[in-house]
C-alpha cells in the first residue's frame, strides 16, 4: 500500500498523539515488569523464585505492551517514512546521523513486527477447531508469538522519541527557511502494511 502521509497534517499529529501515549504506557508497563522481577528473582543469580508464575507474569507484560501499541501498529511504517524523508532534508550532523540511525531500527522493528503478525495468522490458521481462545492450544502459540514481538516493541519504547526529535528538527527548518543538506539517502520504500 503507498504511503502519502503528510508531515503536519492532522492525521500525522495524530499518529504522533498515539505514538506519544505508547511512549508513556510503555515505561509504566516495563517499570512494573522490573518491579515484579526485582522483587521475584534471587537478587544473585536472577533466576526467578517461581518459574510458573514468573513466565505468567511475563506473557502478560507482553500482551499489555502489544495491547499498547495497538494504534501506533497500523501506521508505524508511515510515522517511519516521514522520519526518514524528513532525515534526508536535514543538515547532517552527528545528531542527526543519531537519529537517522534510531529510525533505521524502527523501520527493522516495524518490519518484523508486521511479519511476526503474519506469521501468527499462518499459525492460528493451522489450529485444530478445538483451539479457540482460552484453550492451552490457542495460548500458548499465542504467547509465543506476543513473547517474539515483545524485543520489536520494545524497540519502539527505546526509540521512538526519535520520531518527535526528527519532526520537530524539520518543523524547525521550515520555519527558519534554511537551506537543506541531504543528511543521507532516502530510505528503501518501506513493506506494505499489514491490515487486521
Known amino acids: 500500500m503507498p504511503i502519502s502521509l503528510e508531515p503536519g497534517s492532522e492525521e500525522h499529529w495524530l499518529y504522533l498523539r498515539q505514538l506519544a501515549h505508547y511512549l508513556r504506557h510503555s515505561r509504566q508497563i516495563l517499570a512494573a515488569w522490573d518491579h515484579y ?6 537478587p544473585e543469580t536472577f533466576q526467578p523464585h517461581d518459574e510458573d508464575a514468573y513466565g505468567l507474569r511475563q506473557q502478560q ?6 495491547a499498547a501499541f495497538g494504534r501506533v501498529y497500523y501506521h508505524a511504517d508511515e510515522l517511519v517514512y516521514v522520519a526518514e524523508q524528513q532525515l534526508a532534508q536535514l543538515p547532517a550532523s552527528d545528531r542527526t546521523r543519531r537519529y537517522a540511525w534510531q529510525v533505521r531500527e524502527l523501520h527493522e522493528a516495524t518490519e518484523r513486527l508486521y511479519a511476526v ?11 485444530p477447531e478445538s483451539a ?9 502459540p499465542l504467547a509465543e508469538s506476543y513473547a517474539e514481538a515483545w524485543h520489536y516493541l520494545d524497540q519502539w519504547a527505546i526509540h521512538g522519541e ?21 543528511a543521507a539517502p532516502p530510505a528503501p520504500a518501506v513493506a506494505a502494511r499489514v491490515r487486521r
Request: hydrophobic share 40%; charged share 25%; proline share 6%.
Open 37 to 42: 522481577s526485582a522483587r521475584h528473582s534471587d
Open 61 to 66: 507484560r507482553d500482551a499489555d505492551t502489544l
Open 117 to 127: 503478525y503474519n506469521d501468527w495468522h499462518t499459525v492460528r490458521a493451522a489450529l
Open 132 to 140: 479457540r481462545p482460552g484453550t492451552p492450544a490457542y495460548e500458548e
Open 162 to 182: 526519535a520520531i518527535f526529535a526528527v519532526n520537530a528538527l524539520a518543523e524547525r527548518q521550515s520555519k527558519t527557511g534554511a537551506p537543506m543538506a541531504v
